[in-house]
T-cell receptor
Framework: DADVTQTPRNRITKTGKRIMLECSQT?????MYWYRQDPGLGLRLIYY???????NKGEISDGYSVSRQAQAKFSLSLESAIPNQTALYFC?????????????FGEGSRLTVL | QQQVKQSPQSLIVQKGGISIINCAYE??????FPWYQQFPGKGPALLIA?????SEKKEGRFTISFNKSAKQFSLHIMDSQPGDSATYFC????????????FGKGTTLSVSS
């Protein structure tokens, strides 16, 4: 089983719908992240959490919200999806040691908003 | 403001050749510089990383060269192979608590056989 699991892997939805992308991890890491990947734009940070009580906005948090339900679970929500949120979304984890820097990514959730 | 600038956007190299991808940064507080490799349909994975106290790090065919004064670092792939075809991201991490990795825009490498 994958260490970082994202569900769903693919989702097609309509403008205005609420969408939740879920992430769970078995690595025992405290830090979890949500990134968005768009062609030519690289990986952009949406939100990150360093522990269950800590939530931080990233570079592109507008239009998104997150919930850290447990150490192992971090969900990303789009309250009212719009077409320019069509992208590949990645969840990632890292260990507490900030200087390690190594992120462990899930396999991604491809979201299409019509 | 793009904090990590990566070039080129795409690169085609013949098998056996050298692939070179460059990154530049502006924030002198960055103290950790990793490269990630991503294959189609997969999430990125750490390939190699360097800290500013060394100018070069080599792991097999992959080498990072780091120029602190120029605020630039690059990835060299020697003897490039078709299996190296992937998207490569450089990244940087600030030397302060409560921050996260910042990625470049990525380079798509194709190694032709």
């Amino acid at each position: 089983d994958a260490d970082v699991t994202q569900t769903p892997r693919n989702r097609i939805t309509k403008t205005g719908k609420r969408i939740m992308l879920e992430c769970s991890q078995t690595k025992g890491h405290d830090r979890m992240y949500w990134y968005r990947q768009d062609p030519g734009l690289g990986l952009r940070l949406i939100y990150y959490s360093f522990d269950v009580k800590d939530i931080n906005k990233g570079e592109i948090s507008d239009g998104y919200s997150v919930s850290r339900q447990a150490q192992a679970k971090f969900s990303l929500s789009l309250e009212s999806a719009i077409p320019n949120q069509t992208a590949l979304y990645f969840c990632a984890t890292s260990a507490l040691d900030r200087n390690t820097g190594e992120l462990f990514f899930g396999e991604g959730s491809r979201l299409t908003v019509l | 403001q793009q904090q990590v600038k990566q070039s080129p956007q795409s690169l085609i190299v013949q098998k056996g050749g050298i692939s070179i991808i460059n990154c530049a940064y502006e924030n002198t507080a960055f103290d950790y510089f990793p490269w990630y490799q991503q294959f189609p349909g997969k999430g990125p994975a750490l390939l190699i990383a360097i800290r500013p106290d060394v100018s070069e790090k080599k792991e097999g065919r992959f080498t990072i060269s780091f120029n602190k004064s120029a605020k630039q670092f690059s990835l060299h792939i020697m003897d490039s192979q078709p299996g190296d075809s992937a998207t490569y991201f450089c990244a940087a991490s600030p030397n302060q608590a409560g921050t996260a990795l910042i990625f470049g825009k990525g380079t798509t490498l194709s190694v032709s056989s």
